[in-house]
Each structure stands twice: as C-alpha cells, then as structure tokens.
Nanobody, 113 residues
C-alpha cells in the first residue's frame, strides 16, 4: 500500500557512478524490508540488493563490492549507490517493499560509452 518513487537513473559511462533513490510515502518506513531489483529487456527481473529494518544487507553476486544499499529513515528513502558501473548493469531498476509487495515505477540506468 506504500507509494514508492524511484529517481536518479540516467546515462553514465563505464566505470562511472550513479545513486538511485526510492522515496516512500508511508509513516512506517523504518520497519520495512526494502529491496532493489532490475530488469533488462527479454530477461527476468532480478533482485540486486536488500536492506532490512535493522540495516542488514544482501547483494547479488554480480554487484557485490560495487553497489551499496542504504536507508535514511528520517527521509523515508532507500538508496542504491552504484560504482564501477558496467554495460551489463544497464536495466530498469525498481524499488520494492517486500511486506506489501509494492513496486515503484522504475528508473532507467544505461551504462554506455
């Protein structure tokens, strides 16, 4: 039931960085487990990062060491810091509330020279 709005996507060169933001509308953001997923055309959506209410994190092997998920409960926002970006990171990135199964609209990330 929470409204999720992603932002921060865009075009970046290989090796560059982007920070995605996901703003949630609810008052109880701090208790939610949040995740970032991505989907490229013709491929299944995959989870790339997760953060629990306590701050515990999990990452897909493909992004470990390069991506960092974090949250700012005062701002009802979850972030995905993406460093050392590769062309294979190109996808639409979605924010997800695992408890309610709400999804944001997605933001496009394109890594290209």
């Amino acid at each position: 039931q929470v409204r999720l709005v992603e932002s921060g996507g865009g075009l970046v060169q290989p090796g560059g960085s982007l920070r995605l933001s996901c703003a949630a509308s609810g008052r109880f953001f701090s208790i939610k487990t949040m995740a970032w997923h991505r989907q490229a055309p013709g491929k299944e959506r995959e989870q790339v990062a997760l953060i629990t209410s306590a701050g515990g994190t999990n990452y897909a092997d493909s992004v470990k060491g390069r991506f960092t998920i974090s949250r700012d409960n005062a701002k009802n926002t979850v972030y995905l810091q993406m460093n050392s970006l590769k062309p294979e990171d190109t996808a639409v990135y979605y924010c997800r509330d695992l408890q309610s199964n709400d999804w944001g609209q997605g933001t496009q990330v394109t890594v290209s020279s």
